[in-house]
Structure formats: structure tokens, C-alpha cells
């Protein structure tokens, strides 16, 4: 009986990880992964979904759950890069879609017509700067432009800086670190090269939030937290109940380096990976939860995940 109920306990635990495999198979596999919005379909963007050394796909859909491959929308004869194409921002600005992102360690811009690309340069070159930067993000504010990303500094920490009304540098000037990792749930590894990573801001009343990831991409402990400044460039108060999103929100290790996005009905999403399973890294798989902010108005609101609404995203049939 002992031996029967043994060989049945396997059986199960094999059952349950080839059921946990075929799901895995109708997963995009898009890690660092941006949603964006427009005309009633939604682009998502990442690292990977194919090779991460030939440039980016996109994956489109109607409903935000079930995505179809439309192919490459930048390759790396056309732009910036030669491997290492990471975190893309695509958005739309004076009627023309951009993606910014990471190729060769440094943060570069393409243009097109369509967010379908394909996403060229004029001149194959980065954003000139004498350090490692990756992880982009752009945001518009009051008739500025901002660049937020990561330096490979002492470890991945946040920075922003001011760009010029073409999106083609940045001035130095302006330059100001945001963040680094300081708290314990940032680096539960105690590890050498400590990290911040994936910024994402969005304003909210008169709040500006960045939301970002930390410890190690490979560490199940990444995770996501947010910091509130009353100014784009800060300073940056970290919130107190730091991380809002980890593998005990979505039952997976390794939650995190997302972006924000509003869906056709109003509602606020994050779009983020997770580690392919509790046991392995890779392939990373894509993941959504709802977000929102409290309506407390003596303190500033706090940004919250819905964790029942956690989905993975899936291949259409």
C-alpha cells in the first residue's frame, strides 16, 4: 500500500509539471515586457520572445489576454546594437511611435510610422554617455522630457536626466540619481553589486511615482516596490510597505521589472515577468495584475496591486 501510494504521489507530481509545462508553452516569454495601448489594441513588448540578439518582437491583442506574434518590429541591421536587446519603451509623441531601449549595455532610440514598425535609425547610435546605461523609460512633464534608466554604477541604481526636444541626448547637467538599493527586501542575497532596476513613473494628484524593481533578476526574491517624490526628479521617499508585488502576491518566484499601462475600460494594469517556474529561471514568463490607488486624502495615496486579478498572458490559438 506504502509502495502503491508512492508511485501514485509521483505520478501526480508528473502530471502536475507537464500541466504546468503546457501552460508554460502558450506563454509569450517576454521578459522586462511594456504594453502599450492604442486604437483599441494592445502591443506588448519585451526582452526575448524570440532571440534576444536579433532585436524585438511585438505580440498584439484585443482583449489583453490572448497575444499573436507579429514578428520583429526592430533588427539590429536597422538600428543601435549588435546583442543584449533589452527593456523597450514604446510610445507615441508628435504623431510618431518611438521605442526606447537597451542594446550593448547603452539606451538608444528608434522612430517609425506604425507601432508595428519597423523601427529604424537615421544614425546607428546610442545616447552618448561615458557609462553603462540600460532600462529606459520617458516621461513628459510640463513641457520637459525625462529620461529615466539605470547606470551600471557600483551597482544598478536609478538615475534621471532632462532630453532635448528631439529625444537624441540628454543634458548633464541635469543629471540626478533617484534610487539605489538601501533596504533589506531590496537585497536579500547580501550581494556585492546591489539592485535597483526597471523604473517606471507615472503622476498621480500632485505625486509622481517611481515604480521599480530590486535584487537580482535570478533571485526568486525580485520584487516591486515604489517611491513618491512631488517633483519628477525628486527627492524620492520610498513607501513603507515596500515590496507591493513579490512571489507572495503571485505564488511564482521572481515578480518583477514591469510596466504600467491603462486598459480600454479605465482600469490601471502592471505587466511584468515571472521566473518560468519555482525551480528555474528561464524562459521568464509574462504576467499582469490589476493596480490602483487609495482615495485617502490626508496622506499621500498608496498604489496597491490587486493580487486575485494576477493572469499570465497566453498564445491565441
Request: proline fraction near 5%; include cysteine.
Amino acid at each position: 500500500m506504502i509502495r502503491f501510494f508512492s508511485l501514485l504521489c509521483l505520478v501526480l507530481i508528473a502530471f502536475s509539471s507537464l500541466a504546468q509545462m503546457s501552460t508554460n508553452a502558450d506563454n509569450p516569454f517576454m521578459a522586462d515586457p511594456a504594453i502599450f495601448y492604442h486604437n483599441g489594441v494592445y502591443y506588448l513588448y519585451g526582452t526575448g520572445g524570440g532571440n534576444k540578439d536579433d532585436g524585438f518582437k511585438v505580440f498584439t491583442s484585443s482583449d489583453k489576454i490572448n497575444w499573436s506574434d507579429k514578428g520583429y518590429i526592430l533588427k539590429k541591421a536597422e538600428s543601435f546594437g549588435s546583442k543584449g536587446f533589452w527593456a523597450p519603451q514604446v510610445f507615441e509623441h508628435n504623431n510618431m511611435f518611438y521605442i526606447a531601449y537597451t542594446a550593448d549595455e547603452h539606451i538608444a532610440i528608434a522612430t517609425s510610422n506604425n507601432p508595428l514598425g519597423p523601427f529604424t535609425q537615421k544614425e546607428l547610435k546610442p545616447i552618448q554617455s561615458d557609462m553603462r546605461m540600460i532600462d529606459p523609460f520617458i516621461f513628459f512633464d510640463k513641457g520637459k522630457i525625462y529620461l529615466y534608466h539605470v547606470r551600471l554604477d557600483k551597482g544598478n541604481r536609478i538615475f534621471v536626466a532632462e532630453m532635448d526636444k528631439d529625444l537624441t541626448k540628454i543634458n548633464p547637467s541635469t543629471l540626478k540619481e533617484c534610487i539605489n538599493a538601501s533596504e533589506k527586501w531590496e537585497d536579500t542575497q547580501n550581494a556585492k553589486w546591489k539592485v535597483t532596476e526597471g523604473p517606471t513613473v507615472l503622476k498621480h494628484e500632485e505625486y509622481y511615482y517611481l515604480i521599480y524593481s530590486a535584487n537580482d533578476f535570478r533571485n526568486p526574491d525580485y520584487a516591486i516596490g515604489y517611491a513618491v517624490a512631488k517633483s519628477p526628479t525628486g527627492p524620492w521617499e520610498k513607501y513603507a510597505g515596500n515590496p507591493i508585488l513579490s512571489k507572495k502576491d503571485a505564488g511564482i518566484n521572481g515578480t518583477g521589472h514591469g510596466d504600467v499601462f491603462t486598459d480600454k475600460n479605465g482600469k490601471m494594469n502592471y505587466v511584468f515577468h515571472t521566473h518560468f517556474s519555482n525551480e528555474r529561471v528561464a524562459k521568464r514568463r509574462t504576467a499582469m495584475v490589476e493596480m490602483n490607488f487609495s482615495k485617502n486624502k490626508k496622506s499621500v495615496p498608496a498604489l496597491s496591486i490587486l493580487p486575485k486579478t494576477f493572469k499570465f498572458l497566453q498564445l491565441a490559438n
